[in-house]
């Protein structure tokens, strides 16, 4: 799929996820970062998100802290929703799992992601709140 000029994305990404947030759809891109790359390959890999179409968000897992911190000093102020958190983590709590963006603001990957979601009446907020 992302061989065709109409539907590539910016970036081979490890995968593409669509959850639902406060029941509305979300897609965003996956990275599994396992160490550190040079700022240089950050560099590139910013512009490739930068450029991004097809995704809106980019969620960066990792093995430990320390790199966490690393990643998230590689991604500072990124214009796209760009989220890191330690990858045990997300397989335990998914969208409740605590991340980081690149401003350094915490939240739920849930709320980081509602981020995207278009405004919403206070009616249909009523509607799409979990019960």
Same mark, same amino acid.
């Given at each position: 799929m992302n /061989?065709? *000029?109409a539907t590539a994305y910016a970036k081979v990404y490890d995968g593409i996820a669509s959850v639902l947030v406060y029941g509305r759809s979300v897609e965003f891109a996956i990275e599994y970062e396992?160490?550190?790359k040079s700022r240089a390959k950050y560099e590139k890999i910013r512009e490739a998100i930068e450029s991004e179409k097809r995704?809106?968000?980019?969620l960066y /897992?990792? *093995?430990a802290y320390?790199?966490?911190h690393g990643i998230t000093d590689a991604f500072w102020r990124m214009k796209q929703l760009v989220l890191f958190a330690l990858v045990d983590e997300f397989k335990k709590d998914r969208l409740d799992t605590r991340v980081r963006?690149?401003?350094y603001r915490e939240s739920s990957l849930q709320d980081a992601l509602a981020q995207m979601l278009p405004a919403t009446t206070d009616a249909q907020r009523v509607f799409l709140?979990?019960?």
């Open positions: /061989l065709s *000029p396992r160490t550190l995704v809106k968000a980019f /897992l990792v *093995p320390e790199l966490l963006d690149s401003w709140m979990p019960q």
